[in-house]
C-alpha cells in the first residue's frame, strides 16, 4: 500500500512501434490520455452542437461558455487582432484543461505533469509569438524591447531586463505548469499512503486516527481541482499576453 | 495503486520520471500528433460549428429585439394617430357649434334690429300724423277764434271790428 508518490509519474510503454533515429517511439500511458483528450474535446463539442438548438441543452452549453471564456479572455487581453489565435488559445486552454482534469481521476495518468511536454506547449507559444511579431512588424518588433518613456540613462538596464524577462517567459511557462501538477499530486498521493500506514500500523485505531488525513485528502482534492483548471487558466492567459505582445510591440 | 507497486522496483533505480531523457521522444511524437490532430479538427470544424451556432442565437435574438421594437413603434403610431384623430374630431365638433351658435346670435340679432327697425318707423309715422294733425287743429282753432271773437264783439258793440284788428288780437292771446 506505501507506494512511492513519484511512481504515478512513470512513464509506460504499451507497444513499441520503431525507431526514429536513435530514438524509440511507443506508445505509452501519456499518449493514450493525450488521444482520449483529443477526442474528448473534439467529440464533446461534435455532438454538443449537432442538433444544433435555439436554446442550448447542457452539452451545448458547456461547449458555449468554454468558447465565450476563451473568446473573451483572447479579446480582452490581446483585442480583436488577437481573435486569429483563438483556435491555438482555445485549442492550448481546453488540452490542457481536460488533461489536467484526467489527472484528477485516481489511477489516471497526469500528462502535464512532464516537462517535455509543458516545455513543447511554451515553446510552441513563444515561437508563435517570435515568428507572428517578426512577420507583422518586422524590425519594430524589437521595440519590445526598448520601451518608450523612459530615461535614456536607464536605457541600459531597462533593455536587459526586459531581454531577461522575454527569456525567462518560456521558462516560467512550462516550470509553472508541470511544478504545480508535479507537486499537487505528489501532496495527494503522500496523504493517501498516510490513510493507508496508519491503518496498517495500528490496525482498528489507525482507520479512526486516518479520518484525520482522509479529510485532508478530500479538502487537498477540491484545491487540486482548483488548481487543474486554474493553471490550464494561467497557460492561456500568458500565451494571450504575449501575443498581445507580438501584435502591439513597443507596449 | 497496486499497478505501481510493480514498477517500483524499476524507479527506484531509474531517475525522476519526468526527467527521464528516453520517453521524450515517445511524449514529444504524440503530443506533436496529438495538438495538431486537436489544433486541426478544432479550427477546421468543432470551433466554427459551435460558432455558427453561438452566432444563429445571437442574430435571432437581435432579429427578435429588432421585430419587437418595431411593433412596438406602430402600435405607439396608431395610438399617436388615433388620439390625433380624436382630437381633431373633438375641435371640430367644438368649431361647429360654436359656429352655429355665432350664426343663430347673428341671425336673432339682425331679426331684432329689422323688428326694432319696423318700430321705429311706424312710431316715427304715427308721430307726424300727430303733429300734422295737431298743427290742422290748430289752425281751425285760429279761424273759430277770429270769426267768435269778431261775432262777441259785434254782438257787444254794435260794430263790425276790422277783421286784421281781430286777427292780431286772437293771435296775441294764443301764443
Not at chain 2, 86 to 108: F, N, V, Y
Request: contains cysteine; positive net charge.
Amino acid at each position: 500500500m506505501a507506494a512511492d508518490p513519484i511512481a504515478q509519474f512513470q512513464i509506460k510503454k504499451i507497444v513499441t512501434l520503431g525507431h526514429i533515429g536513435p530514438y524509440e517511439i511507443a506508445l505509452t500511458n501519456s499518449a493514450v490520455f493525450m488521444i482520449a483528450a483529443v477526442v474528448v474535446i473534439v467529440g464533446g463539442i461534435l455532438a454538443a452542437t449537432r442538433g444544433q438548438t435555439l436554446i442550448p441543452g447542457r452539452f451545448q452549453s458547456i461547449a458555449e461558455i468554454t468558447y465565450e471564456f476563451v473568446a473573451g479572455t483572447v479579446r480582452s487581453t490581446a483585442g480583436n487582432e488577437g481573435m486569429k489565435f483563438f483556435p491555438l488559445v482555445f485549442s492550448l486552454f481546453t488540452f490542457i484543461l481536460v488533461l489536467n482534469m484526467f489527472g484528477m481521476i485516481p489511477g489516471f495518468f497526469t500528462v502535464m505533469s512532464h516537462i517535455a511536454i509543458t516545455g513543447a506547449l511554451a515553446a510552441l507559444v513563444i515561437l508563435t509569438v517570435i515568428i507572428y511579431g517578426l512577420y507583422k512588424n518586422g524590425f519594430k518588433f524589437f521595440k519590445l524591447f526598448w520601451p518608450s518613456g523612459v530615461p535614456l540613462f536607464v536605457m541600459p538596464l531597462i533593455v536587459v531586463i526586459e531581454i531577461l524577462s522575454f527569456l525567462s517567459r518560456p521558462l516560467s511557462l512550462s516550470v509553472r505548469l508541470f511544478a504545480n501538477m508535479l507537486a499537487g499530486h505528489i501532496t495527494l498521493k503522500v496523504f493517501a499512503s498516510f490513510i493507508g500506514l496508519l491503518a496498517t500500523a495500528l490496525g482498528v485505531a489507525g482507520w479512526a486516527v486516518g479520518i484525520l488525513p482522509f479529510g485532508m485528502l478530500i479538502a487537498l482534492t477540491a484545491l487540486e481541482l482548483l488548481v487543474a483548471f486554474l493553471q490550464a487558466y494561467v497557460f492561456t492567459i500568458l500565451t494571450c499576453l504575449y501575443l498581445n505582445d507580438a501584435i502591439h510591440p513597443g507596449h | 495503486m497496486a499497478t505501481n507497486t510493480t514498477t517500483q522496483s524499476q524507479t527506484a533505480k531509474a531517475p525522476f520520471p519526468p526527467f527521464q531523457g528516453e520517453t521524450f521522444p515517445s511524449q514529444l511524437f504524440w503530443l506533436v500528433i496529438c495538438f495538431v490532430a486537436l489544433y486541426v479538427l478544432l479550427s477546421r470544424v468543432a470551433l466554427p460549428r459551435l460558432s455558427h451556432a453561438i452566432e444563429n442565437r445571437q442574430s435571432r435574438i437581435a432579429g427578435d429585439l429588432e421585430t419587437a421594437s418595431r411593433l412596438r413603434n406602430e402600435s405607439e403610431a396608431a395610438q399617436a394617430s388615433y388620439e390625433k384623430a380624436l382630437a381633431d374630431a373633438r375641435a371640430k365638433a367644438q368649431a361647429l357649434a360654436s359656429e352655429s351658435q355665432a350664426k343663430a346670435a347673428a341671425e336673432a340679432e339682425a331679426q331684432r334690429k329689422q323688428l326694432e327697425d319696423g318700430l321705429k318707423a311706424k312710431l316715427e309715422a304715427a308721430e307726424k300724423q300727430i303733429a300734422s294733425t295737431k298743427s290742422a287743429a290748430m289752425s281751425n282753432v285760429r279761424g273759430i277764434a277770429v270769426d267768435t271773437a269778431g261775432l262777441i264783439v259785434e254782438r257787444l258793440t254794435g260794430k263790425t271790428p276790422a277783421k286784421q284788428s281781430v286777427e292780431r288780437a286772437v293771435d296775441a292771446a294764443l301764443h
